[in-house]
């Protein structure tokens, strides 16, 4: 009889770590995820709050504008989608206070340096930046003085208007220009824009000529070059050392840098990239005066949410139709009837087509429109274009 085969003998189970072990590692993980968790969203809060808290409300200009809201246009028309067009005048002041008196004496008045009536569509597919010449000759209605008192209703230059009576009696300026009614208002002032183009590592331009003006810092060489935050400011305001020392051509630069700008944040990810957003967001905030319904960080990035959805050559900077005054050369006014058909094509949220050149040299204010219902095309650029082609 043969004895059965013997079995391998088993192998010994490994040892067991202790249950108890296990659910303390378990524990510690859970503890140190919840707070790197907590301490992120401390770090996003605080920073939140700190971006929101240095923006400053203007709600003097608020309570004025309803003081006379009878006298004011109708809201802009709502899409078919319930989304409004709105009307946002963003204004540049030469306050030569504080970080800003390098730039002057500060005479303890300010004016408003550049003036922009940005006109965004129902839908946001189109967006149109107006400039507003600051020697443009217009009716300004009285204004009550921060200090006390109101002025007297005159026809004198616009940028008067704020030296008056602040953002409300430039608004309550461009809307008897226009006939738009402003939603709302930013104010930047120097060191913000430097800020900002510092934010972004600089903005490539292209300049025709060398340029020496002492009264705006500027020091360029001709050429494509980067420009950062003090030779930026001193090329979008100079006007004596540059070109034909015009207002034109100084508000034309303005628009060829901002559209730049918007092509540098859009093109490096920048509104994408928490790391790149936070310095810019840091700087626009940090000298930016709004009234209450942009005050806040939330509406300010839907605001720009709102335009990243816009293309960019749909994206349009122009100048209101103007040209020297007849009673004095150094002073603007408008050229009519093209002045009021923009107006008018903003008021009902209709598209603006601008032209930068001609075969000729620079493109007219306002071309003739061969029919009635065609707009006419204005001088200006879109955020597409890209004037560094000028320099090769």
């Known amino acids: 009889m043969t004895a059965p085969a013997e079995q391998p003998a088993a192998e010994p189970e490994p040892p067991r770590r202790p249950a108890g072990r296990h659910r303390r590692l378990l524990r510690v993980a859970a503890f140190c995820l919840a707070f790197t968790l907590l301490v992120a969203a401390g770090a996003a809060w605080y920073l939140y709050r700190h971006l929101d808290g240095n923006i400053h409300t203007d709600t003097s200009t608020s309570q004025e ?198 092509r540098k944040v859009t093109s490096t990810g920048v509104l994408l990239n928490p790391v790149k957003l936070y310095p810019l967001l840091d700087a626009a905030t940090s000298s930016l005066t709004a009234d209450p319904g942009l005050d806040s960080l939330s509406e300010l990035y839907d605001l720009v949410r709102g335009l990243g959805k816009t293309p960019t050559d749909q994206v349009a900077f122009l100048t209101v139709p103007r040209r020297p005054y007849v009673q004095d050369p150094n002073r603007d006014e408008l050229v009519q009837p093209a002045a009021d058909r923009l107006f008018t094509t903003l008021r009902h949220d209709g598209k603006v087509a601008v032209a930068t050149t001609t075969k000729g040299g620079t493109a007219p204010a306002a071309s003739v429109s061969p029919s009635a219902t065609t707009s006419p095309t204005y001088r200006g650029t879109t955020a597409d274009r890209d004037s560094l082609s000028r320099c090769g």
């Open 65 to 262: 504008l309803k003081r006379v809201q009878s006298e004011r246009p109708a809201p802009a028309p709502t899409s078919a989608a319930n989304t409004s067009a709105e009307n946002i005048l963003l204004i540049g002041t030469d306050n030569r206070g504080g970080d800003n008196g390098k730039y002057g004496r500060d005479s303890g008045t300010q004016r408003s340096d550049t003036t922009i009536l940005l006109h965004l569509s129902a839908g946001r597919d189109s967006a149109t930046a107006v400039s507003i010449p600051r020697d443009l000759m217009v009716d300004i209605p009285a204004c009550h003085r921060a200090q006390g008192g109101t002025t007297t209703a005159q026809f004198a230059q616009f940028n008067w208007a704020f030296e008056f009576g602040g953002a409300a009696c430039t608004i309550r300026t461009v809307e008897n220009l226009t006939g738009i009614r402003v939603d709302h208002h930013l104010i930047v002032d120097f060191t913000g824009f430097k800020k900002m183009v510092d934010a972004v590592d600089g903005v490539e331009i292209c300049v025709p000529q060398a340029v020496h003006d002492k009264d705006a810092h500027l020091d360029l060489k001709a050429g494509r070059q980067v420009l950062h935050g003090e030779q930026a400011l001193g090329y979008v305001r100079a006007r004596h050392g540059i070109g034909d020392g015009s207002d034109t051509q100084r508000m034309d630069r303005q628009q060829e840098f901002l559209a730049s700008l918007v």
